[in-house]
């Protein structure tokens, strides 16, 4: 297969580029604005590799992508390019509602065109696979910690037909790109899949989010914000493990369906960062905790309380399941950035510097 990638540069779409080229004999288009969160050093190991093309094209520039369509004839669309930061979308929305709707629309429609051309036989291979998020749905019932527990197994999780209800300028702008993907099958046919996952965490993270922020400000003896007090709660999926289950997807899933990607792992934010902390405790000892670092500063703006994804459509038509624990999957983070400290201060350079947005 040709598979067309957008986004193919930032965390999950190089993972995705790294799965295909390293794990497969198929070959990928990468299409990918490299805005402040795209990074080819991200793609290093496959950069060189006969099957892997670089296009540097936005989304949203319609004859690039119809020259893209025309020259490479990709069977396949997996569509991730996309603003993604809940604290950016607050500060400037715009950017959002530009790359993640009017770009998913301008791809939509430039595989649209190259699609109606195809014969009969490639028309019905043919497949655009859309990646979106759990936040379009809302957020779900909070327990109290003391309790969280003993009722884990019995509170209501995301499933593919739960309803939308976004909370943020980020999750209503990847709401209304799942919207007009399934427009788009709806009325011209043309064969799309949803995938909505939950948080991903994992190497090559743009330390804007919580993980790596934590990581580096931690080696740096900065303060480790907590939003609110910490309890926000989260479906936490290694994101290899979400790169495996996106190529399952768009290799055996079912036209018009839609597939939860989640990791069977609900944790509150502040877990997470203790987490973090007891792990550099053992890695890169210091004369006192980490965790005395941690800080609680004024919560996020509309900020949901728990996600949590059902994935067991997932587990029973296409035979995925995650790989890593949390455990495990964590600590391979932490030492990929222990280890990769030129990767760090290059994706920041002049771009940004783990300061606070969208207060």
Known sequence: MKILVTGGA??????VVRHIICNTQDSVINVDKLTYAGNLESLTS??????YTFEKVDICDRAELDRIFVLYQPDAVMHLAAESHVDRS?????????TNIFGTYTILEAARNYWVQLDAEHQTAFRFHHISTDEVY?????????????????????????????SSPYSASKASSDHLVRAWLRTYGLPTIVTNCSNNYGPYHFPEKLIPLVILNALEGKPLPIYGNGDQIRDWLY????????????????????YNIGGHNEKQNLEVVQTIC???????PKATPYADQITYVTDRPGHDRRYAIDA?????????QPEETFETGLRKTVEWY????KWCRNVQDGTYQRERLGI
Not at 10 to 15: E, H, L, P, Q, T
Not at 239 to 258: I, M, S, W
Not at 312 to 318: A, C, G, N, Q, T
């Open 10 to 15: 930032g965390f999950i779409g190089s993972a």
């Open 46 to 51: 496959v950069a060189n590799n006969a099957r």
């Open 90 to 98: 607050i500060t400037g929305p715009s950017d959002f509602i530009q």
């Open 138 to 166: 809302g957020d779900l019932q909070h327990p109290d910690e003391q309790v969280r527990q003993a009722i884990h197994q019995k509170l209501p999780l995301f499933s593919e037909s739960t309803s939308y209800a976004p």
């Open 239 to 258: 994101v290899e493990d979400h790169a495996r289950a996106l190529f399952k997807v768009v290799t055996e899933g079912k036209v018009g369906e839609t």
């Open 278 to 284: 007891s792990i550099l405790d053992t890695l890169v």
């Open 312 to 320: 067991s459509k997932m587990s029973k038509e296409l035979s995925w």
């Open 338 to 341: 222990l280890a990769n400290p």
